[in-house]
């Protein structure tokens, strides 16, 4: 096999076709966080921040167990089908979301979500490297991933939408939901599963057989430990850092949303554009060029996760912020590309949703630890401080990671 699987207008399609898909995913996900005070003064009965975190919690814990399945779904059966059928179910859900009237009603309403969305992400970058198969792997996965930094930065853009009386937070559901379930449609002329490699055979092992070999993969153990460090200060970004800031500095929502979502964002689409091509390039001199590069970014993330708890204004606190989104993306767009030298083919979507499941089943669990600490009056600067001192532990086991070179194809540049 060349390069990559296909022509070149072709492979970039996929990517193109992709990012629209992955914007949505996250832009729903997203507008919650920065809507939080317009939703719970219109739903009373959500009442404190540990009810709030354990909302985001279920949505995170749902999506946790299912992505695994996601995964080992779209190993087995086409990718593009499961893009499709995530796109249009949590779409359908996020559109009644804005019908929600209670706190149960929004807490299922998350769940469901949670279900949905559980599908898409592996089978997507699993798509996505099955096309790339040669060394663009970062770059492509760089821009996909850059598509979510976009939807993070619409999403706090919500804010304003929630506080402006013609429009409020339930319209915003509601329309971005319509637009998600109406794209579905050219997805399903434009978008086609990958051609099969010759030595690529269809997924036969079981599921417990598919879980066996990725946990007897010390690397790929390495890589989602490594990945779910990093997930704490990552989901504490989106779900906690516009009421940080609005708190901290006495911001209005729409400003604290827009602070929180736009800088860190910014700076974590020029994380993976610059992480990406250093690792395209740098793998052709050595096969860890990708991982070396992971463990820049996850060096940077640390000192921002310092300085932004302890800024003294808005505007350095917008500085660490951008240095936390720079560091961020530049691990962000590798993960998906050190799989596909860590795991064989067959199994790269299942390897990326048992990723999801360990790494944002725990996040869950520190959305509701923020949310008690948080109840009980300790500050963000502790909170923050203590996740960099658990991310000082991936610099190291990101560098034990070994790829295999049975499974690279880097050897020339398109």
């Known amino acids: 096999m060349g390069a990559s699987t296909g022509t070149a207008r072709t492979i970039w399609l996929a990517v193109i076709l992709l990012a629209p898909v992955a914007l ?60 499709c059928f995530s796109l249009v179910a949590w779409s359908s859900i996020t ?9 149960q009603e929004l807490l299922w309403a998350r769940t469901s979500m949670g279900i949905s969305e559980a599908f898409y992400i592996p089978a997507g970058l699993a798509l996505i490297v099955d096309y790339h198969s040669g060394p663009t792997k970062s770059r492509a996965t760089g821009i996909h991933m850059a598509a979510i930094y976009v939807g993070v930065i619409f999403g706090g853009f919500a804010g304003y939408v929630a506080d402006a009386p013609d429009l409020g937070w339930r319209l915003a559901f509601n329309l971005t939901g319509a637009i998600g379930v109406i794209y579905v449609v050219p997805l399903l002329f434009l978008l086609r599963d990958a051609p099969r490699a010759s030595d690529r ?49 006495e911001l209005s929502q729409g400003k604290a949303g827009i602070s929180a979502g736009l800088y860190v964002n910014l700076a974590c689409i020029a994380g993976v554009v610059l992480g990406g091509f250093l690792a395209d390039r740098w793998v052709l001199k050595t096969l860890k060029g990708r991982v070396f590069v992971s463990a ?29 989104g720079l560091g961020f993306g530049m691990f962000d767009c590798n993960n998906m590309p050190i799989v596909s030298q860590l795991v064989a083919p067959e199994l790269r979507a299942t390897a990326y949703g048992l990723m999801n499941f360990i790494s944002i089943g725990l996040g869950g669990f520190a959305d509701v630890a923020v949310g008690r600490l948080r109840d009980a009056g300790v500050s963000f600067p502790m909170i923050l401080s203590l996740a960099a001192v658990v991310v000082m532990m991936n610099v190291v086991l990101i560098l034990l990671i070994r790829p295999r070179p049975s499974l690279t194809n880097e050897s020339s540049l398109p």
């Not at 390495?222 to 504490?236: E, K, R, V, Y």
């Open 24 to 83: 949505l995913n996250y832009l729903d996900r997203q507008m919650l966080a920065s809507m939080k005070f317009s939703v719970m003064a219109d739903i009373r009965d959500v009442r404190t921040d540990a009810h709030w975190g354990m909302m985001l919690a279920q949505f995170k814990w749902v999506y946790a167990v299912l992505s695994p399945i996601g995964g080992y779904l779209a190993d087995r059966f086409s990718r593009k089908w499961i893009i």
């Open 95 to 103: 559109w009644l979301t804005g019908h929600a009237h209670s706190f």
């Open 201 to 249: 055979k269809p997924m036969r092992v079981s599921p417990v057989g598919a879980l066996g070999s990725l946990l007897r993969n010390p690397s790929f153990l390495c890589l989602a430990i490594c990945f779910t460090l990093i997930a704490w200060p990552g989901w504490m970004m989106k779900d906690w850092m516009p009421a940080m800031l609005k708190t901290r500095f």
């Open 296 to 324: 820049i970014g996850t060096s940077i993330v640390i000192p921002a996760l310092f300085g932004l708890g302890f800024a003294p204004s808005l505007a350095v606190a917008i500085v660490f912020l951008a240095l936390f």
